[in-house]
Every structure is written in structure tokens, then in C-alpha cells.
């Protein structure tokens, strides 16, 4: 039997989950407003981004577009309210890549704002992109808890705090 691409996408997925929920749990909120350049996000905004990007693979599968003006974002005001939301989000997109077929992937995705579209193309060239997505982000606040003494856990190997033995 043929694997689909949601299955072959929700592997991917959940092999980042793990290590991305222990980056989640290290971030303090007291330094939810941090960050590191004027022009940066702060360390909170970040995290939070981390933790909703597999809810924007939700949204690509069961809703087909996403608004920026109408998609709710999550005010999350403890670690442990952040790290549930990345939960539950997770959760969402496991069981949309569990259920997708490969001729739902093939249909178009949106980009909207206030209605208008920015961009379209297949749902499933925008899946692989968002995963990749978290995965710059989640490497980006490793920078942060770096600059910030926090400890980083093993992404894809032992790290300077956990040397994996």
C-alpha cells in the first residue's frame, strides 16, 4: 500500500514535535517581552508562533485558507497555557494529516488578508513550507534561550546543556 502525502507530512511533523515542545517548556513568561534587537519579535511572540504554526496546518487541510485578520491567535499568559496550546495544535494538525488524501492535498490553499488573497497554490506545497517554518523559528529561539543562559535541549543531537548520555 501507497503511503499518502499527509502520512509521509505527519512523520515529518511528528519528529520535530518532541523536541519542539521541550523548547516551548523552557521559556520563561518573564521573558515572554524579551528580546534581543529592537527589529526582533519578542522571545513570547516567538514562542507562540512556534506553537501555532501545526494550527496553520490545520486550517490549510480542513479550511483551505487562512486570513490574517480573522485568524485568532492564542494569548498565552504562562509557559505551562503555551505549551498546551502547542498541544492542542499539534493534535489538530496530526488528526488533518491523518485523514487527508492525496486529491484534498492536490486542491488550493490561500493567503488572505482582509479577504483579499496574497497568494495561492496546492495545500501540500504549503504544508512542507510551514513545517520548515516551525523549524527556522524553533531554531531561532534556541537563540534566544542561548542569549538568555535558558538551557537548549537536543534537537537532532546531544546540545552544549544536554549532552544526551
Known sequence: MNETLGAAFLKELEAEAASTRKCLEKIPEAL?????HQKSMTMGYL???????PKWITHM?????IDFATFEHFQPKTTAELVNHFD??????KNALRNVSNEELAKTFSLKNHG???FSSPIK??????????VHHRGQLTVYMRLNNLPVPSIYGPSADEKGF
Do not use: M, R, T
Open 32 to 36: 515572554f517581552g524579551w528580546k534581543p
Open 47 to 53: 514562542a507562540l508562533l512556534v506553537a501555532e504554526i
Open 61 to 65: 487541510v480542513e479550511k483551505g485558507d
Open 88 to 93: 492542542e495544535n499539534l493534535k489538530g494538525a
Open 116 to 118: 483579499q488573497v496574497l
Open 125 to 134: 506545497e504549503n504544508i512542507g513550507s510551514s513545517i520548515n517554518h516551525l
